[in-house]
């Protein structure tokens, strides 16, 4: 079994930052790209950022400049620091992996349960 858990989310006002965690732990063979997607109420689930094992990164344009992706791959965990968060930036976060299970040595894409973020005064 193989889990991916968020933590770091709340309610900050505009301006602020959060910084999101995601760890995966389970059985584990290895982990290519990670990332952080979100989704706003009543809009499609978005990518924000994905980072490789040796730390190439990409960012939606909407984030660019805010937002840093960034991991341990000695952890199995992503982080994504939020800078001068705006209100548009209001949603679900979800962590995603590419990874390899330990006993079957598929690859699949692994999902956590989601963060909520809430900018707001």
């Known amino acids: 079994q193989v889990q991916l858990v968020e933590s770091g989310g709340g309610l900050v006002q505009p301006g602020g930052s959060l910084r999101l965690s995601c760890a995966a732990s389970?059985?584990?063979?290895?982990?290519?790209?990670m990332g952080w997607y979100r989704q706003a109420p009543g809009k499609e689930r978005e990518l924000v950022a994905t980072?490789?094992?040796?730390?190439?990164?990409n960012y939606a344009d909407s984030v660019k400049g805010r937002f840093t992706i960034s991991r341990d791959n000695a952890l199995n965990t992503v982080y994504l620091r939020m800078n001068s968060l705006e209100p548009e930036d209001t949603a679900v976060y979800y962590c995603n992996a590419n990874l390899a299970t330990a006993d079957t040595f598929q690859w699949s894409h692994y999902w956590g349960p989601g963060t909520q973020v809430t900018v707001s005064s």
């Open positions: 389970g059985s584990i063979f290895r982990i290519d790209v």
């Open positions: 980072i490789t094992t040796v730390g190439s990164t």
